[in-house]
Nanobody, 123 residues
């Protein structure tokens, strides 16, 4: 198993940028696909972005495509989510999750979850 810790959340204004980090423990992190999800108050948790183990393949939910970028540094056991042009509707708790493959991540199968980091975007 891998343990995940998110960081980098905060309060920003619309149009600002934030970079979230997901730091993992475990020497096998480079074999995991990793995704970012978010959950706004009163809403279900939704998929945001995912990256395959090598970092070559990335996938995005439609509303963040072109604004958010997921990347990873396997030497640092860390996955990042660069969020630009933030909107109030991006306000949520953001979670990272690791799984055996992109399919596992996008279908939320057998995932290891972090504790989440709050992102608040004011208008």
């Amino acid at each position: 198993q891998v343990q995940l810790v998110e960081s980098g959340g905060g309060l920003v204004q619309a149009g600002d940028s934030l970079r979230l980090s997901c730091a993992a423990s475990g020497h096998t992190f480079s074999s995991y696909a990793v995704g970012w999800f978010r959950q706004a108050p009163g809403k279900e948790r939704e998929f945001v972005a995912a990256i395959n183990p090598s970092g070559v393949g990335t996938y995005y939910e439609g509303s963040v495509k072109g604004r958010f970028t997921i990347s990873r540094d396997n030497a640092k056991n860390t996955v990042y989510l660069q969020m630009n042009s933030l909107k109030p509707e991006d306000t949520a708790v953001y979670y990272c999750a690791a799984g055996g493959s992109i399919v596992h991540v996008t279908r939320r199968l057998l995932l290891n979850w972090g504790q989440g980091t709050q992102v608040t975007v004011s208008s």
